[in-house]
């Protein structure tokens, strides 16, 4: 896997959370700017395991001249147990773009880890592994694992800059350093 996102922001844990695994003002922005259209979010749920699960679907809208313009995509987010509120926040999220070529083969996984450090500041984790379903032949595999590592890249490169600008305005005016 690769590890997309790592840094300490300025705002709490439990802030985090909000911003990326609820319906927040924010994710909701950030997807128009993504150009992800068509967004349902399910609330979370809680297994009889204790850990919480909950499934989004949506459209994404794809920049790589070899792919369609369009995917739906459905993610199935696993908020694990032992995530002590407002501590540790540990999310997986699968994420299956059924329209893309060799969908049938292939899925995302992206490994959220919200960590506090202090009342007011967390750090941020994001790792990210493309899996296999099937093995594809060598060629096929290298150019899906390729065109995958791009476009991740890309997004968590944006999301990242994005929760950046966020921090910015939660901080301005806020009085205590
Ligand atoms: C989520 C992983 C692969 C896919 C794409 C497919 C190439 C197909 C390979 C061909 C277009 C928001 C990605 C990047 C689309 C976007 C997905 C996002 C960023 C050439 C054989 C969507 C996180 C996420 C997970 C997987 C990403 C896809 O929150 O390259």
Request: charged share 30%; hydrophobic share 30%.
């Amino acid at each position: 896997g690769r590890l997309y996102v790592n840094r300490v922001f300025h705002f709490s844990a439990e802030k985090m959370f909000e911003l990326l695994f609820t319906d927040s003002h924010f994710i909701r922005r950030f997807m128009k700017a993504r150009k992800i259209t068509k967004a349902s979010f399910d609330p979370w749920r809680e297994e009889a395991s204790g850990t919480m699960k909950r499934r989004l679907n949506y459209t994404i809208t794809i920049t790589n001249p070899l792919v369609g313009k369009f995917s739906t995509a459905t993610e199935n987010q696993t908020l694990y147990k032992d995530s002590r509120e407002g501590q540790r926040y540990l999310v997986d999220a699968e994420v299956i773009t059924h329209d893309v070529p060799y969908h049938d083969y292939f899925y995302t996984q992206n490994r959220y880890c919200i960590v506090r450090h202090s009342k007011r500041k967390c750090r941020l984790r994001v790792y990210t592994d493309v899996k296999y379903k099937k093995q594809p032949w060598g060629l096929i595999k290298s150019f899906i694992t390729k065109n995958s590592w791009s476009g991740l890249e890309d997004y968590f490169r944006h999301l990242e800059s994005e929760l950046v600008e966020e921090e910015l305005e939660l901080n301005q005016g806020g009085g205590e350093p």
